[in-house]
């Protein structure tokens, strides 16, 4: 009974005040000067990492709800895609801010001779209407249907942060294609379970037969 008490009440804080750790750590880092050499490549990592990390966590409630029969998760998807959203923002910003200083065309120069900086701009403008539209109110005006559909976005977006980081990298590949990995894994699952409902037959309820006596 305790459990059950606590729990619904603890989920989200909890899940929030960890979805800011990494901007704690990176903040901590910053004031005690240990960011290394170059600290703006720092940041800028740091910041892509999280943002792909929390796509895939987002892309992670589904199946694992499905998986586990724990509905609650479902509460959780919103906030941690506006997590994405938000490190993606910081990610971006230190990009335009601290590296170009909000030098338009330098940015869209770059933006355009830069194929691995082309990808990471459009994940991020995917970004913006997911963020736009994570409101109850807009999912309203949008229609369950619809909003659905926009937010399968998210699918492009976690490949085109794959193919962000893989093509910045270059060399030590390692790691992007272990993401790469994880996102060929929580695709499939969905191109599995859609193919699984459209087999399974649909019940239709047997006409009530009423016996005369």
């Known amino acids: 009974m305790r459990q059950k008490l ?9 899940v929030f005040g960890a979805s800011l750790m990494p901007l704690a750590v990176l903040a901590w880092q910053a004031v005690t000067d240990s ?3 170059n600290p703006i490549k720092e940041i800028t990592e740091q910041t892509g990492l999280w943002t792909l990390r929390f796509v895939l966590i987002t892309l992670t409630i589904t199946p694992a ?6 509905n609650r998760l479902i509460q959780l998807r919103r ?6 959203f ?6 971006f910003l230190t990009y335009v801010w601290l590296d170009q200083f909000f030098v338009v065309q330098e940015i869209m120069a770059d933006v355009v001779a830069r194929p691995f900086i082309t990808v990471g701009f459009l994940s991020f403008v995917l970004l913006l209407p997911l963020a736009v539209t994570s409101t ?5 005006r949008l229609g369950g249907t619809w909003w659905q559909r926009l937010h399968r976005l998210v699918y492009g977006i976690a490949v085109g942060g794959v193919v962000h980081y893989l093509w910045l990298v270059k060399a030590d ?3 992007p294609l272990t993401y790469g990995g994880l996102v060929a ?5 969905r191109v599995w379970a859609a193919s699984r409902r459209r087999r399974q037959p649909v019940c239709t309820p047997r006409r009530q037969v009423t016996l005369r006596t």
């Open 6 to 14: 606590w729990r619904p009440w603890l989920l989200k804080p909890g």
């Open 35 to 37: 960011l290394g050499a």
């Open 65 to 70: 709800r499905r998986l586990t029969g724990w």
């Open 79 to 84: 906030m941690l895609g506006l997590f994405a």
């Open 86 to 91: 938000f490190y993606g923002g910081l990610h």
């Open 136 to 140: 109850t109110t807009m999912i309203k």
């Open 173 to 175: 590949v390692q790691s």
């Open 185 to 189: 894994i929580l695709l499939g699952y």
